[in-house]
């Protein structure tokens, strides 16, 4: 501390965003795609961008999905109906399949389930949308990571994200004009210039930032800090009861079937009265457990969208008389319903379209914020070398590593996140196990890019990445005009306004990535056009000393 607080907070702030830096612009830009996650699932199943967009009355999609059930999946142990939104038009079912005989093998358990999609109005099923993970795959891996166990990968997105919040703190404590540099970006000075477009993303959505990287964590914290619940519930119970208590959603234990046959009540009647018990909020989604049997269970949860909290209330009926059992979170309390905002902050599906745009534009700017960082901190090492570079010699190990991988995660992210769309209609719809492989694509050409930014941390390559992802965004709307049924042409005219949307933002990034290369490019060519400084004599004086000095020896 003897060069003073602020210089301490300085050295905090440049470490802590280095260190996590990367990991920190990954989970920004998936976590920042997420928020539109709905619609890129949409835009990746062309074959429900012909279903009607027409509003289908809640009761009656409800009951075509059951009868749609009823013939494919009668003996389910549960069943699980998603009523369509503005977001998502069709009905999205999903059911337990029957368990496999003994002595079978163990399934895995996203293989346990069997899916299907139906139009709302007919309760027909959509011929053979293709199988995807779309948004949901983004939304993942901004905190799962994909290919690794998810309790690994969640202490790793933590521990970033604590990373996150004191480069925030220190970052403004470090900048004690940081607000008037908000307003000031002076292009064409090396290093200055790259703090400047720091400051300027950083500041332009702090309190967002804070937001997102604190929430973040609170999501977990149970996972982070479970010692509170484990020692005042030992005797009672242990979590399992404090989580019962904290959070009351009704059915939380696996129903058993009775043996007995029954026919499921009509529910219709069940999400009219659950739409007048939440002032005409609409019902989300439909679990029934043990379908057709006297035990049967219907669970009908709160959509989203009217209250900033995460955790929705339910409803329980009886699945053979229609009768209420009970209503669970109606008024939940202090820490739960706080717990609750701070999630549903972070995820942001309270949002309407505007507000989930200023969101998206925050986020990009997150990633900025930490892309520019991460330079700033190469441009600055740089500075050190600069006379070994003029005498032939080459940076160091270290720097060397931080650019390529500055080069691989920040150019190369988004031509992975590029390619993943490409794949998806590119690929045969028949292929087996498809969504894995357009995930199995983006890591292929992230490793490529990455693994060739390694190589050759140049400008050229930066160029090039930067260039192939611009292409590959821009190009998208014309690739979804060749392979859907809603070209840009047709989906701004007449809907849906979720592939309008898409092919718009795909256009504006693959923009904001050309205009990104032209900058490099213009950096190249002043590279190349320096005049190298002539090496002057040395004054005659010192030639004579050393003259001297070699006739001596």
Known sequence: MKEGFRQSMAWLHTWSGLLVGWVLFMVFAAGTASYFKDEITFWMKPELHAVSHGTVAQPVAAENAVAYLERNAGNAARWFITLPTAREPAVSLLWLKPPPPAGSPPVERRRSFDRATLDPATGQAITAPRETRGGEFFYRLHFDLHYMPALWARWIVGFCAMFMLVAIVSGIVTHKRIFKDFFTFRPKKGQRSWLDAHNVTAVLALPYHAMITYTGLVTLMFMYMPWGPQVAYKAHGGTDTFFAEAFPGGVRTQIKASGTKAALAPLAPMVAQATAHWDGAPVGRIVVHQPNDANAVVSLTRAEGRHLSYDQPTMQFNGTTGALIGTFGDVPKAAAETRGVLYGLHIGRFADPLLRALFFVSGLAGCLMVATGLLLWAVKERQKYAKTLKQGGRIGFGLRLVDGLNLGAIAGLPVAMAAFFWANRLLPVEVASRNDVEIRWFFIVWGAAA???????????????????????????????????????????????????????????????????WLVERKRRKAVAAPKKAVKPPPPAELAASAAAGQGS
Not at 476 to 500: D, I, K, Y
């Open 451 to 517: 693994v060739l930014g390694l190589l050759r941390p140049t400008l050229r390559m930066w160029q090039a990445q930067l260039a192939l992802g611009a292409l590959l965004f821009a190009l998208l709307p014309v690739l979804n005009a060749l392979t859907g049924p809603a070209p840009l042409t047709t989906s701004l005219r007449a809907g849906p306004s979720a592939v309008a949307g898409f092919d718009l933002v795909a256009i504006a990034l693959g923009l904001g990535l050309a205009g990104a290369t």
